[in-house]
């Protein structure tokens, strides 16, 4: 069968939802019989027209299929993407499945017409994959009960880091005095709901009784102005450290440094967090990590296993919770130990793809 990936992001294009797609194609159990049509060189959204931007992605799609011969498309972005694929759907004798991540479907919820078009093309889809099972349910909810089992549900799969870099570590740790530290670190956005404000809130807490301790957030966004002026008002210039830009080399590099990953993720208004795979990546470090039941975290999370579960709002809890485990080695290692062999065994990419592949099949 000859499958084809319609998406909007796709490497080069930096992002999580891009890296999901790149992955999928590499590591595609026939990699032959999948081809992909990207929006990377402006094809698919045409910007100069002042509305229905996506209409350009008709005719690309069609002549996608006929010279593919495609069977199967596989949709990542259901809006418009996936209005595209519907049409084409009743010209040609294919099968489309969409892929939701989180937010893309909260998104197109929100307004009415949106949500009515999107009912269309989750009901005419042969399969609806769901990257969490927090989003399985919304889309149940959605639909009631015309889901007919087509509903599945594939989480993300985790990169195995880069090799232990003992230059680099090195160098990181001279240059911001390290030695004898508890490294404390977060990954991602900075933006409301990833919760890394509520951290540096409780921190002054923290370091009454872990006084030793170093929080680094590697991450740049709308929050940053934000976060410095905590910063400065709780007088912890020299307790964080903030990496604006990080290569993957350098970012691999903190994530075997630190003792402790935290991300006690928020859902405002329906803005949640949809997998969170810088759990699994601290996970494949060996790290115990710190997260909050928000949106799909609790698939990447479970409690006790390969991290702790905090309560974002808490500022108590989660001064309680860093502390825990700053003063104990041995849950440390436990946490990050287990936490490693089930990411490993649980989240490999090559086994995510097959589900996918065996779904569509």
């Known amino acids: 069968m000859k499958t084809l990936l319609f998406t909007l992001e796709y490497p ?3 992002g999580g939802v891009a890296n999901y797609y790149g992955n999928l194609v590499k590591y595609w159990p026939k990699r032959d019989n999948i081809s992909v049509l990207n929006n990377n060189n402006g094809l698919l959204i045409n910007r100069t027209w002042p509305v229905l931007k996506w209409l350009s992605a008709i005719p690309r799609l069609r002549e996608a299929i006929k010279k593919g011969r495609i069977d199967h498309i596989i949709v990542g972005h259901i809006l418009p993407l996936g209005l595209a694929a519907l049409l ?7 099968k489309y499945s969409v892929i939701l991540h989180g937010l893309d479907f909260s998104h197109v919820t929100q307004i009415w017409r949106k949500r009515i078009i999107s009912k269309i093309i989750l009901i005419k889809a042969d399969k609806i994959i769901c990257a969490n099972s927090y989003t399985a349910e919304l889309v149940k909810s959605f639909l009631g009960g015309k889901v007919d089992g087509k509903i599945k549900i594939v989480n993300p799969g985790a990169e195995q880091l880069a090799t232990r870099n003992s230059q680099l570590a090195t160098q990181l ?3 911001y005095h390290l ?3 508890i490294i404390l670190l977060s990954v991602g956005r900075l933006v409301k709901r990833k919760g890394f404000d509520q951290v540096i809130e409780a921190l002054p807490e923290v370091l009454k009784q872990a006084p030793n301790l170093i929080y680094v957030i590697i991450g740049d966004g709308e929050e940053l102005r934000n976060y410095q002026l905590n910063i400065t008002n709780y007088e912890l210039s020299d307790k964080i450290i903030i990496i604006n830009k990080a290569a993957d080399g350098e970012r691999d590099a903190w994530y075997n440094l630190c003792d402790i990953f935290i991300m006690p993720a928020k859902n405002i208004n329906g803005d ?3 997998f969170g795979i810088v759990y699994l990546e601290a996970n494949l470090a060996g790290k115990p990590v710190i997260a909050s039941l928000s949106g799909g975290v609790g698939d990447a999370v479970i409690d006790d296993l390969n991290g702790l579960i905090v309560d974002p ?3 108590n809890e989660i001064a309680r919770t860093v502390i825990k485990l700053a003063q104990d080695t041995n ?4 946490l990050g130990e287990q936490g490693r062999e089930r990411a490993i065994r649980k989240f490999n990419w090559p086994g995510q793809v097959e589900k996918i592949y065996k779904i569509i099949m």
Not at 88 to 94: A, K
Not at 331 to 334: D, G, H, P, Q, T
């Open 88 to 94: 084409c759907r009743q010209l040609y004798p294919i």
């Open 12 to 14: 080069p294009f930096y």
């Open 173 to 175: 740790e001279k240059k």
């Open 331 to 334: 849950l440390r290692r436990r």
């Open 179 to 181: 030695n004898n530290k």
């Open 272 to 274: 949640f967090e949809g």
């Open 313 to 315: 709002l808490d500022l």
